[in-house]
């Protein structure tokens, strides 16, 4: 069995300020790790994901995450964000041999100016 | 090229009746996904498929949810006897094949009064 913990349910933060939302997870298996972003009203869009090599991943909209396995955690950074990054944040991780993937209960990002 | 689609966008519906919920993958995926998204909460798998067949069902909750893949693209997620704790956000996603990025339906928000 899979879990993901997002450790914070809401970030504020100022425009042009970094954010950090953590990620951690449990798993017996190897994984792969994704990021995806919501909107309002608009549907899930993937922002970034961990399927092996290098642990730093670089995604859309400026967005970066590391894998740390000692650790079992996939935090994502930005080092600016605009008022346009707010918006609800999901991590999730699958198997490497599994389709299906088993998400956390999200962050909502607020920028505000 | 076209995105995965889901229709209706809206359903309401009184308790006890039955509800289809269609989904039109994009060309060429052979894996595709159910996921429900209650309020608050990350989208929580229900079954996933490859080509025709249901390769992982573990997800639905009960036997009043079924789903079908009959040609190996468009699904149809079918819940009998609708109960109000069935209300959710139903998202549609597919993929290449299983384990590869999956892409995101805006979703079909159901809401049994």
């Known amino acids: 069995a899979q879990s993901v913990t997002q450790l914070d349910s809401q970030v504020p933060v100022f425009e042009e300020a970094p954010v950090e939302l953590r990620c951690n997870y449990s798993s017996s298996v190897s994984v792969y790790l994704f990021w995806y972003v919501q909107y309002p009203n608009q549907g899930l869009q993937l922002l970034l994901k961990?399927?092996?090599?290098?642990?730093l991943v670089k995604g859309i909209n400026g967005f970066e995450a590391e894998f740390n396995k000692s650790q079992t955690s996939f935090h994502l950074r930005k080092p600016s964000v605009h008022i346009s990054d707010t918006a609800e944040y999901f991590c999730a991780v699958s198997s490497t041999n599994a389709g299906k993937s088993t998400f956390g209960d999200g962050t909502t990002l607020t920028v505000k100016p | 090229g076209a995105g995965v689609s889901q229709t209706p966008s809206n359903k309401v519906t009184e308790k006890g009746k039955y509800v289809e919920l269609r989904c039109d993958p994009i060309s060429g995926h052979t894996a595709l996904y159910w996921y429900r998204q209650s309020l608050g909460q990350g989208p929580e798998f229900l079954i996933y498929f490859q080509g025709t067949g249901a390769a992982d069902d573990s997800g639905l909750p009960n036997d009043r949810f079924f789903a079908v893949r009959p040609e190996g693209s468009v699904s149809t997620l079918k819940i009998q006897r609708t109960e109000r704790g069935d209300s959710a956000v139903y998202l549609c996603?597919?993929?290449?094949?299983?384990?590869?990025?999956?892409?995101f339906g805006p979703g079909t928000r159901l809401t049994v009064t």
């Open positions: 996603a597919s993929s290449l094949k299983a384990t590869y990025e999956q892409y």
């Open positions: 961990y399927l092996s090599g290098s642990t």
